[in-house]
């Protein structure tokens, strides 16, 4: 979705609030897509500051479906973005000063809302996902979910180099 700028970048400097649905339907990167299940509107206010400086400030409610990091067990994910941006487009990406935002989620006089959302999810992903506290995996020899049962694989999770002093275990139950 874009949000038109021109009022705020022209003499008057006016002040753009507005609510408006976030088009995306699923978030798409590197390390995977993930569906997004639910999204409330996105709130948007553009104020002027000075010359061409921009405070932006946006709140959305989302929820996707990511799986666990450890059973793979589809999880629901709810990201809560409220945030604000400082941008100067005068300044470019490479010249941002600590105080300044990236403002490549704007060309020219529009503001591009989900390309904004999608840096601030990125920004805000978790570092892991479970499904519980307390999720047990998956088998790394069978594949079976360790959460809904257990499987008759041999612990391979020994040091490889102790498999000699394992096998004679196996062999002589006496020693």
């Given at each position: 979705?874009?949000?038109?700028?021109?009022?705020?970048?022209?003499?008057?400097?006016?002040?753009v609030?507005?609510?408006?649905?976030?088009?995306?339907?699923?978030f798409?990167?590197?390390?995977?897509?993930?569906?997004i299940?639910?999204?409330?509107p996105?709130?948007v206010?553009?104020?002027?500051?000075?010359?061409?400086?921009?405070?932006?400030?946006?709140?959305?409610?989302?929820c996707?479906?990511?799986?666990?990091?450890?059973?793979?067990?589809?999880?629901?994910?709810n990201?809560?973005?409220?945030?604000t941006?400082?941008?100067?487009?005068?300044?470019?990406?490479a010249?941002?000063?600590e105080?300044l935002?990236?403002?490549?989620f704007i060309?020219?006089?529009?503001?591009?809302?989900?390309?904004?959302?999608?840096?601030?999810?990125?920004?805000?992903w978790p570092t892991?996902?479970?499904?519980?506290e307390d999720?047990?995996?998956?088998?790394?020899v069978?594949?079976?979910?360790?959460?809904?049962?257990?499987c008759?694989?041999?612990?391979?999770?020994?040091d490889?180099?102790?498999?000699?002093?394992?096998?004679?275990f196996?062999?002589?139950k006496?020693?």
């Amino acid at each position: 979705m874009l949000i038109n700028l021109s009022d705020v970048l022209s003499e008057q400097h006016k002040t753009v609030e507005e609510t408006v649905e976030l088009e995306l339907e699923e978030f798409s990167a590197k390390f995977g897509r993930f569906p997004i299940i639910s999204k409330s509107p996105v709130y948007v206010k553009v104020e002027h500051v000075k010359d061409r400086e921009l405070v932006v400030y946006a709140r959305a409610n989302l929820c996707m479906e990511i799986p666990c990091d450890r059973c793979l067990e589809p999880v629901h994910q709810n990201f809560e973005l409220d945030f604000t941006k400082r941008v100067d487009l005068s300044v470019s990406d490479a010249e941002l000063t600590e105080e300044l935002d990236e403002s490549n989620f704007i060309n020219g006089y529009h503001l591009d809302v989900d390309k904004m959302l999608y840096n601030e999810i990125l920004i805000g992903w978790p570092t892991k996902v479970l499904c519980s506290e307390d999720c047990k995996g998956i088998c790394n020899v069978c594949g079976q979910n360790l959460n809904m049962g257990t499987c008759d694989c041999e612990d391979t999770g020994l040091d490889p180099r102790m498999s000699v002093v394992r096998e004679l275990f196996k062999n002589f139950k006496e020693v």
